[in-house]
């Protein structure tokens, strides 16, 4: 492999890398909160992909789909968490069978709305070009997502260090039945940690499509990943959800160049070995009881 390609593969993989970042960091944050299992996280994904289509498909703005989708996303977490979750905490196999059930319900929806043919999304104007980088040229809406994927981590990490919120999420991931014995509203604030997560989902998804584009069967994709992220990390912290994703996203995109017939197998023993040797994750802690 030349240095312009293995240059070229490095900044993929930390392009996927940024991009798994903002899907598994909502996914990781509901389970280490809330502990609930939420297997309708590729579905979000999915759904905020295509909300972004008819946005730009409306109104030619990339930019409006890309606050549009996540706030749509937001408002059906919020909806769906006192409706649907909230008596099931604890209970995982149910929250299993009810989250695919949901997953399932929200896929036949978007075929049935959207089509299920291949869609695409264009690159939104001043994105679309490319820029030369050590003897080759590299789109630079890649860089830009790299750049996003930093820029919200950021972010996130500003609001959950500093914000009496982020404060109220970390003791939640604590001790939530502590918190709500201090009087704190947990069942709000929990309905706002699943609207939170499903926001970050359908941004995941605005900002993957113009790369992968539109189809049946993403939610599968989005969902594999983000699990493998949070499960390598470690659940409930923003740190194992960097962590993870700076991993995966590299390994990944040099295991389909280097080893394309193995290259999720590749994957899944990075997995075994993480359980093997460090069953809570990367960055992950031991959850208390509850």
Do not use: C
């Not at 909806?79 to 604890?90: D, K």
């Not at 499960?231 to 994703?245: F, P």
């Amino acid at each position: 492999m030349s240095p312009e390609l293995l240059f070229q593969q490095a900044l993929n993989g930390l392009s996927f890398g940024a991009l798994l970042f903002i899907l598994a960091a909502g996914l990781s944050l509901v389970f280490g909160m809330m502990d609930v299992v939420n297997l309708a996280h590729g579905a979000f994904y999915m759904l905020g992909a295509y909300v972004a289509l008819s946005v730009v498909q409306l109104t030619g703005s990339f930019w409006l789909a890309l606050v549009a989708a996540p706030i749509a996303l937001g408002a059906l977490g919020l909806l769906l968490e006192p409706l649907l979750l909230r008596r099931l905490r604890g209970r995982h196999l149910d929250q299993v069978l009810l989250t695919i059930g949901v997953s399932l319900v929200i896929v036949d929806q978007i075929g049935l709305l959207w089509g299920r043919e291949v869609r695409s999304l264009p690159f939104p104007p001043g994105l679309d070009g490319s820029v030369a980088l050590i003897g080759g040229v590299y789109p630079v809406y890649r860089l830009f997502v790299i750049a996003f994927g930093i820029a919200l981590a950021a972010a996130i990490a500003v609001i959950y260090r500093r914000t009496k919120l982020g404060m109220l999420i970390r003791a939640g991931v604590e001790d939530a039945e502590m918190l709500g014995a201090l009087g704190v509203n947990t069942d709000r604030l929990f309905a706002i940690t699943f609207a939170v997560g499903a926001a970050l989902a359908g941004l995941a998804g605005v900002i993957a499509a113009p790369v992968f584009g539109l189809q049946p069967g993403m939610d599968v994709d989005a969902l594999l990943y983000s699990l493998v992220v949070v499960v390598v990390g470690g659940l409930g912290t923003l740190g194992g959800a960097v962590a993870g994703s700076v991993l995966v996203g590299p390994v990944d995109t040099f295991g389909k160049v280097l080893f394309q017939e193995f290259a999720l197998a590749v994957i899944f023993a990075i997995v075994a070995l993480v359980l093997l040797f460090k069953p809570t994750g990367l960055l992950g802690r031991i959850r208390i009881a509850r």
